[in-house]
């Protein structure tokens, strides 16, 4: 099956720091999103990006579909931007949403 | 995007109990999905719950342990039955909105903890 991979698996940033977070696909996919989750283990949609490039606010996200890769920007980040960042893609045949293992962020103040 | 409600918001179980978790949406969908998220891990697939036919388990995931009820196109349920301490996750419900397949939104979740 699909393999979803993403790093860096932690980071600890201090407040304002940029950050890029990478996610990485194994097969071609129809769907790729970015999720945060929250401390209170909420999952936040970020970006429903297959391909190009999407910005919202301080964060873009960018996916090169036939390299197989995403990547999350983080700018000017703040302590509030600390959680678990997940990407997920979805296969066609199944309509199964594929997690990553996740990256861990820290942003201190 | 859909509004998606889950009950109990967390919950602390005996082991050997079930514990049955709702799932409530704002508008009609076809398809809602389980997913289950242990301590620390990411999160999996449990089923596909289908209106009017039977769920659709995952690897690993059977009916007896995680009977789901879907008696309409805005709610669903998901009972963890026979608990034991390795039950304790979230579970998370998740729906497409709107017919649009490929975009999923989550419900708020379940932390769940058995003793």
């Known amino acids: 099956g699909i393999q979803v991979e993403q790093s860096p698996p932690d980071l600890i940033l201090q407040e304002g720091a940029n950050s890029t977070l990478r996610c990485n696909f194994s097969?071609?996919?129809?769907?790729l999103q970015w999720f945060h989750q929250n401390p209170w283990g909420q999952l936040i949609n970020l970006f429903y990006?297959?391909?190009g490039t999407k910005q919202n606010g301080r964060l873009s996200a960018t996916t090169v579909a036939t390299e197989r890769y995403s990547l999350l920007y983080i700018s000017s980040s703040q302590t509030t931007d600390s959680g678990v960042y997940f990407c997920?893609?979805?296969?066609?045949?199944?309509?199964?949403?594929?997690f990553g293992s996740g990256t861990r962020l820290l942003v201190r103040p | 995007s859909a509004v998606i409600s889950q009950k109990p918001s967390r919950d602390i179980c005996q082991r050997g109990t079930s514990l049955t978790i709702q799932c409530q949406v704002d508008?009609?969908?076809?398809?809602m999905f389980w997913y289950r998220q242990q301590p620390g891990q990411s999160l999996t697939l449990i089923a596909t719950?289908?209106?009017?036919?039977?769920?659709?388990?995952e690897s690993g995931f059977v009916i007896d342990k995680f009977p789901i009820s879907r008696p309409n196109l805005t709610f669903s349920t998901l009972t963890v039955s026979n608990m034991s301490p390795e039950d304790s996750s979230i579970y998370l419900c998740?729906?497409?909105?709107?017919?649009?397949?490929?975009?999923?939104?989550f419900g708020p979740g379940t932390r769940l903890t058995v003793l």
């Open positions: 998740s729906v497409p909105p709107g017919g649009a397949i490929y975009e999923q939104f």
């Open positions: 097969d071609s996919v129809n769907n």
């Open positions: 990006i297959p391909s």
């Open positions: 997920a893609v979805l296969m066609d045949s199944s309509y199964k949403l594929i």
């Open positions: 508008s009609q969908v076809t398809m």
């Open positions: 719950a289908n209106q009017g036919s039977e769920a659709t388990y």
